[in-house]
Nanobody, 123 residues
Framework: QVQLVESGGGLAQPGGSLRLSCAAS????????MSWARQAPGKGLEWVSG????????AYADSAKGRFTISRDNVKNTLYLQMNSLKPEDTALYYC????????????????WGQGTQVTVSA
């Protein structure tokens, strides 16, 4: 069955960096777009970034542009999110999600989600 397992979250100081990973299994990873989304305490789900199945196209929310980089390794079946210049407002539970096609898509086009990894940015 499809499994998405996030890791790499933790506590970081403002201005620091973290690298999230999402290990995928149970499907042909290289055929599908993938995305990262997050949910801060008391707030709704926010899309962060997405990447095409072959990695040729990426997209970012305004809040992530210039600070976060999404990438994927289609040999290791792993999605990444490099987060630099972290801010307290980046504190959230971060999820990876599989899109039902090779593109980036919208939330309603995501068919599987991981369990999330917590990122806390605090001094």
């Amino acid at each position: 069955q499809v499994q998405l397992v996030e890791s790499g979250g933790g506590l970081a100081q403002p201005g620091g960096s973290l690298r999230l990973s999402c290990a995928a299994s149970g499907f042909t990873f290289s055929n599908y777009g993938m995305s990262w989304a997050r949910q801060a305490p008391g707030k709704g789900l926010e899309w962060v970034s997405g990447i095409y199945s072959d990695g040729s196209v990426t997209a970012y929310a305004d809040s992530a542009k210039g600070r976060f980089t999404i990438s994927r390794d289609n040999v290791k079946n792993t999605l990444y999110l490099q987060m630099n210049s972290l801010k307290p407002e980046d504190t959230a539970l971060y999820y990876c999600a599989k899109v039902h096609g090779p593109f980036i898509g919208y939330f309603f086009e995501y068919d599987y989600w991981g369990q999330g990894t917590q990122v806390t940015v605090s001094a």
